[in-house]
């Protein structure tokens, strides 16, 4: 028995624990975009447990590059860590943890983090020394109340109407007034530009630049996003990025925002707002102290509940100042689900 990196044919194996560890299937297109064409990595960092030719356990990072302190650094978001129900107790879980820190170390990555499931954070922080930084804040602003009511209690559905009377008073006290929104259908150079201006916005963020928006929002095999781009003369000076979810109810995500001055996020949320009117509700992450948050806030958003932990782990030593939530900033399009 050992812990290996992945080989190509792997795949098949690992689909499979998946289905059976997680109880859902994932197309293989998923798995080769988060893997295979992610343009921050050079090669899959996937660590299977293989015991007599069988994958009995995995544990991967989704690297990228994000700014630390200001810096351009490698980090992973930890994800699809999973060992076969039937192979438990062999003490599978900890051996990849283990294996994890050696390896992430030797490929040059400077920190870890994710968003795990409460026994697995448990877990986490046993084996690795991580840090507890929160739990995400989630924000909602519900639009239409009785289209919501409705979809648990059909009854009601006959006082839909109503709801155009509240979003009457629900409007958006932002504007969009003074910039010109264009829909982005693929992101050019003015997007680097963008992500090396906002490098400071907090001490922890991804690198949003052209390679990385472009692979996670218009190359997902799955989700249909959509972006806008805020423009100043000409100029781009923000992103907001979308996602509608239809099914019982109406829900509008905002996925993912950024702006490279303070005066810009009441602009975005604007422009978010408007692209998903027609939902039932609008949910989001944001850090609390987070101008991110401070604009859901006043714009009538309430925080609903902090479900997903977020953990982290300094690989580089000098990087011990990141194992606080109050550094970073955070977006739902930070994880790989959304």
């Known amino acids: 028995m ?21 109880n859902h299937p994932r197309p293989l297109a998923v798995w080769k975009w988060k893997f295979i064409e992610n343009p921050k990595q050079e090669r899959p960092f ?12 995995h544990i991967s990072l989704w690297v990228t590059d994000a700014y630390l302190n200001g810096e351009k650094k490698k980090v992973g978001l930890r994800v699809d860590t999973m060992v076969d129900p ?11 943890n283990d294996a994890l820190l050696v390896e992430a170390k030797q490929d040059g990555i400077d920190y870890l983090y994710g968003f795990p499931a409460p026994k697995a954070k448990e877990l986490f922080l046993r084996y690795t020394g991580a840090s507890h930084l929160t739990d995400m ?6 639009q239409r109340p009785i289209h919501l009511l409705a979809s648990k209690f059909s009854p009601l559905s006959i006082f839909k109407p109503l709801d155009r009377i ?8 932002y504007h969009t007034d003074g910039y010109e929104m264009k829909e982005v259908k693929r992101c050019e150079q003015e997007f680097d530009q963008l992500a090396e201006r906002s490098k400071h916005a907090e001490q922890g963020l991804v690198v949003r630049d052209a390679a990385y928006l472009n692979y996670r929002y ?6 249909q ?24 109810f109406e829900n509008g995500m905002l996925v993912d925002w950024l702006a490279e001055d303070e005066k810009l996020w009441p602009v975005l949320l604007a422009a978010a707002r408007t692209e998903l009117k027609d939902t039932d509700v609008i949910q989001s992450w944001a850090l609390p102290h987070t101008l991110a948050a401070s604009t859901l806030k ?9 479900p997903m932990p977020l953990v982290g782990k300094a690989i580089n030593p000098s990087l011990s100042s990141m194992d606080d939530a109050d550094q970073w900033f955070i977006t739902p399009g930070d994880v790989d689900s959304y």
Not at 166 to 173: A, R
Not at 225 to 248: A, F, N, P, W
């Open 2 to 22: 050992t812990v290996r990196r992945y080989h190509k044919g792997d795949e098949d194996q690992i689909q499979t624990l998946f289905r059976k560890t997680f």
């Open 46 to 57: 996937i660590l299977v447990f293989e015991e007599d030719n069988q994958i009995l356990g």
């Open 86 to 96: 039937d192979a438990r107790g062999k003490g599978i879980y900890k051996k990849l």
């Open 137 to 142: 804040p989630r924000w909602m602003l519900i």
């Open 166 to 173: 509240f979003q009457s008073f629900k409007k958006s006290k």
């Open 218 to 223: 218009f190359d997902h095999p799955e989700h």
């Open 225 to 248: 996003y959509k972006m806008m781009g805020i423009y100043e003369d000409r100029r781009l000076v923000g992103y907001v990025v979308t996602h509608q979810i239809s099914g019982s």
């Open 298 to 306: 006043q714009d009538g958003f309430i925080h609903k509940d902090s």
